[in-house]
């Protein structure tokens, strides 16, 4: 069976600063047109980054459409031209002022398919030096080290609902039970 939709037209209703929102018409499988919504992100990427002693730095940082203060991995959007490496040494460095040595790729998520292309690249990291922070001056978040045993249980009992952090401890917890990482 063809799946596909054939994008015919695109119209751009609003272009921001982080996203911009489109409206397509879509020729469908069957022939019919269908009116789709599309927000388009640059993309981000977030870092698990792990301690020597297998502490897992989360940052504390209020976000506006859920109005709470979630508990995440460190994360940001990508500038133009900026690998999703760079990107997250860069993001790393600036919220909580760590570098790593070693960073592995765990690989990408896509948040919301049904109306957004953003991807979001997902990295561990090992490895690490402390340093002074520097966010972005409308950026206001703390970290703190939480035992990764810990950030397991804030996953599983719902505490941490923030996917691509979700994503990273998991996938780190299975990668740790298979001796990988």
Do not use: W
């Not at 609003?14 to 919504?37: C, F, K, Q, S, V």
């Not at 790393?92 to 592995?104: I, P």
């Not at 690249?121 to 950026?139: K, N």
């Amino acid at each position: 069976m063809n799946l596909e939709e054939k994008t015919l037209s695109k119209k751009y209703l609003y272009n921001g600063r982080i996203i911009n929102l489109r409206t397509d018409t879509a020729l469908l499988p069957n022939g019919n047109h269908a009116l789709r919504e599309v927000v388009e992100h640059p993309g981000g990427v977030g870092v698990a980054a792990l301690t020597e002693n297998e502490e897992l730095l989360l940052v504390k940082q209020f976000r506006y459409p859920y109005q709470q203060i979630l508990l995440e991995i460190p994360a940001g959007k990508r500038d133009p031209g900026e690998s999703p490496l760079e990107c997250g040494r860069r993001e790393l460095k600036e919220e909580t002022g760590v570098s790593a040595e070693n960073f592995f790729y765990l690989g990408e998520l896509y948040p919301t398919p049904g109306y957004c292309d953003e991807v979001i690249h997902i990295f561990a990291a090992r490895d690490l030096s402390f340093g002074q922070s520097t966010p972005d001056a409308d950026e206001f978040v703390e970290y703190e080290k939480v035992p990764f045993k810990t950030a397991v249980d804030l996953v599983m009992s719902g505490e941490i609902k923030d996917a691509k952090t979700q994503l990273a401890i998991l996938k780190i917890q299975l990668l740790k039970q298979q001796g990988i990482l």
